[in-house]
């Protein structure tokens, strides 16, 4: 029998690095779930710090599951959709910068031969974005869509690992040849260029690398074109967004949620940055249902809001285990109810966006 004294004495023996003091006494387990032969928290980090924080939510797992007793433990890493990601001051934001462009005719950045653009949102880090967009892009190629996968996350790329993809694309006639993987073309800054380099890249940089990936890259041909292109979205609603939006007409946005209410909130406001450009935002997904989180939050927000509802994912060591190993868990374990729950929502979708 699991007590909650001694798990959070359990976790004070995990130090954490920014005060040197435990992670209890530190503040940071959240939502912390005790059950006879489980625990599950959440730590939240500010998004430029979830790289230093991931050891310690692998350590606080391993020290948990090793209490006799412990059969199911999950440590999830969040992260707060502050905008500590590298900016200029305000003058050289994106906007501004557009403000000095001729007013019209606005070209717009459509990436050609792209039947329809699919992103992947939500206002805080952390809550599966990338697996969800890497998992729906396979669940809609295994419905016979020709689909593109395009990591908008400029400054923290997680393709290339959840896709076990490397290596420099080639070029033909100007444009990049994106990589293939699991049935799906991809592209990610972090083919490009090494990750540490993109790290520091400031507003411009980034929305400019964005647009290139985006409209230089040989997504489809005129005799074969790309279905659809699944962006996915780096958190919050900084540069990155605001340029994407800016350029391209989205045909959708996904927005994904934990059922925490702090994660809502995002989700929320998340939604409104897409409504005001309108973009149709074809639904919200839950993500981490289960045991450590609860379940039910997103969609009576859905409900809310007045958005679809799509479905939720469980919390489950199959769907981490394929990011980490570069084979999505719906590739891995196409018959199991994971992937049934992601097939669904691609079916959603697709009905949604007409392809
Ligand atoms: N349903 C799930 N069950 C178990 N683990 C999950 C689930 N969804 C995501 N994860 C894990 O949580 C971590 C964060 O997921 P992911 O990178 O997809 O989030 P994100 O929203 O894209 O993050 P970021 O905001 O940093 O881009 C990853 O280790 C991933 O494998
Ligand atoms: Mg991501």
Not at 95 to 112: I, W
Not at 235 to 263: F, N
Not at 343 to 352: D, F
Request: aromatic share 2%.
């Amino acid at each position: 029998m699991i007590d909650r004294a001694t798990v959070l004495t359990v976790l004070d023996t995990i130090v954490d690095p920014r005060t040197g003091q435990g992670l209890n006494a530190s503040g940071l387990v959240q939502g912390l779930v005790v059950g006879e032969d489980r625990a599950g928290f959440v730590i939240e980090v500010p998004s430029d710090q979830t790289a230093l924080y991931a050891p310690v939510r692998d350590a606080a797992e391993a020290a948990l599951a090793a209490m006799p007793g412990m059969a199911r433990v999950s440590v999830v890493l969040t992260s707060q959709a502050v905008e500590a990601r590298p900016r200029r001051t305000a003058s050289l934001s994106p906007q501004a910068v557009d403000q000095g462009r001729p007013k019209a005719p606005v070209p717009t950045d459509r990436p050609a031969h792209v039947r329809r653009v699919l992103a992947v949102a939500s206002g805080k880090g952390g809550v599966g974005k990338s697996t969800v967009s890497v998992n729906l892009a396979c669940a809609l190629a295994a419905r016979g869509l020709s689909v593109g996968l395009l990591d908008a996350d400029v400054h923290g790329p997680s393709l290339p690992t959840m896709l076990g993809i490397s290596g420099k694309p080639d070029y033909v006639n100007g444009a990049m040849v994106p990589a293939r993987a699991w049935g799906l073309a991809a592209m990610s800054v972090g083919l490009l260029t090494k990750a540490e380099d993109a790290m520091v890249w400031r507003g411009p940089m980034a929305s400019q690398a964005l647009t290139q990936m985006l409209t230089q890259t040989r997504w489809g041909t005129q005799e074969a074109p790309l279905d659809v292109l699944v962006v996915d979205l780096p958190p919050g609603t900084g540069d990155v967004h605001l340029s994407l939006i800016q350029k391209t007409p989205l045909d959708g946005v996904v927005i994904v949620s934990t059922p925490q209410e702090v994660a809502l909130a995002d989700a929320r406001r998340a939604r409104a940055l897409f409504q005001k450009v309108g973009a149709p935002t074809l639904g919200l997904i839950e993500n981490m249902t289960g045991e450590v989180f609860g379940r039910g939050g997103a969609e009576a927000e859905a409900g809310r809001l007045g958005v679809a509802y799509l479905g939720d994912l469980p919390l489950d060591a199959s769907i981490r285990e394929g990011g980490d190993a570069g084979r999505p868990v719906v590739v891995a374990h196409p018959d199991g109810e994971v992937a049934a729950r992601f097939n669904a929502i691609a079916a959603s979708l697709a009905a949604a966006l007409v392809v």
